[in-house]
């Protein structure tokens, strides 16, 4: 299958996204509506939404706003007109409204199978990226995902073999991880040589792909105070810099390892471009502190961007017209940007990854 570095070039002047609205249960819809009510994102791509009407008319309601979509019945008959989105009719909740507030098993699948609908578009060559409003791990998984977590099923539809994971972006920062979604006592024995290389790589790509011509990379320690000189621990010894030590031969400007507590003060300042931590919550505390509302979450290493807000699905204030929309519009606008002028999908990798 085509890398992001050897696929063809987005050839129309607008690329073509695939929207979900997210788990039904949560602010998804609501934001999903509110996004697409916003006609400069219609002018600025080409929109397929994959939704259940149902679903999409409780978004509409919410966020006191209706849209008129162009109706299609399947992905062999999708067609667009600029300025108005095509919406993929699907029936997941039965005509039932959706119940807000809690995971369920129906709002899951619904999910879930949007992303399904979404992946096999862009494995048709018919899409060029896909935005998602907030979904919820525990209602996926209700709804059949067995995957860690939605990258690593879309690195399987995608038969991506090479590294992937979560950046997240407040501002013009970026924060990828050696390691995201396992257990804190699994972390340590998860921390090598090659998934820091790989972590780094990864996001100076993407980087670049956005318009960094030369991404200056932070990348933190695994213990307090970056091991103390090996007092407190030995990766950082041992398998971090050696690491940062192979980048920089390698031509990239990688930098560390730095103490994980102090980190963020200089990458705040504008220091760097983006801080590679160890695991999860290491540097989502730090992001999410320094811009929630604003954040935004891209997957990292598919052949198409795929992107979201980085707040999550709300279950405590779905149906109250109260979600903000700036980090789906972030999203929204990462979408545009990379999937206008970077490398995109080609016209078909159904075969590759059949």
């Not at 005509?95 to 949007?114: I, K």
Request: proline letters at 6%; aromatic letters at 4%.
């Amino acid at each position: 299958m085509p890398t992001p570095s050897s696929s063809p070039r987005v050839t129309s002047a607008k690329p073509r996204i695939a929207v979900l609205l997210g788990d039904p249960s949560g602010v998804g819809p609501e934001m999903a509506v509110k996004l697409l009510a916003r006609q400069r994102n219609l002018d600025a791509a080409r929109v397929l939404l994959i939704a259940d009407p149902v679903v999409l008319a409780a978004g509409e309601r919410v966020a006191g706003a209706k849209l008129a979509p162009l109706q299609v019945n399947t992905l062999d008959s999708l067609r667009f007109e600029d300025g108005r989105p095509s919406l993929l009719v699907r029936d997941w909740m039965a005509g039932e409204e959706p119940v807000l507030g809690e995971s369920n098993e129906r709002s899951g699948r619904a999910s879930f199978e949007a992303l399904e609908l979404a992946t096999q578009a862009v494995r048709n060559g018919q899409t060029d990226a896909i935005l998602f409003a907030p979904l919820n791990k525990h209602s996926l998984r209700l709804g059949g995902l067995v995957h860690e977590d939605e990258l690593r099923y879309m690195q399987e539809r995608f038969a991506v073999t090479g590294f992937v994971c979560e950046f997240n972006l407040t501002g013009s920062l970026w924060t990828s991880r050696v390691t995201s979604h396992i257990p804190l006592k699994d972390v340590a024995r998860h921390i090598t040589v090659e998934g820091v290389r790989d972590a780094v790589k990864i996001i100076a790509s993407a980087l670049r792909r956005a318009g960094v011509t030369h991404p200056r990379i932070a990348v933190t320690g695994l213990n307090p105070h970056a091991g103390d000189g090996g007092s407190i621990g030995m990766e950082e010894i041992e398998i971090i810099a050696p690491a940062i030590e192979q980048l920089r031969a390698e031509g990239h400007d990688a930098r560390g390892p730095f103490s994980p507590d102090t980190v963020f003060i200089g990458a705040r300042r504008g220091d760097v471009d983006a801080v590679v931590s160890m695991y999860h919550d290491q540097g989502q505390i730090a992001m999410k502190l320094m811009g929630f509302e604003q954040g935004v979450t891209l997957h990292g290493g598919l052949p198409v961007p795929v992107a979201t807000s980085a707040s999550g699905s709300a279950f405590d204030i779905a149906g109250q017209g109260v979600a903000q929309i700036e980090g789906l519009q972030q999203a929204f606008d990462l979408c545009v940007r990379m999937a206008s002028g970077a490398p995109a999908a080609p016209a078909s990798i159904e075969a590759a990854v059949a």
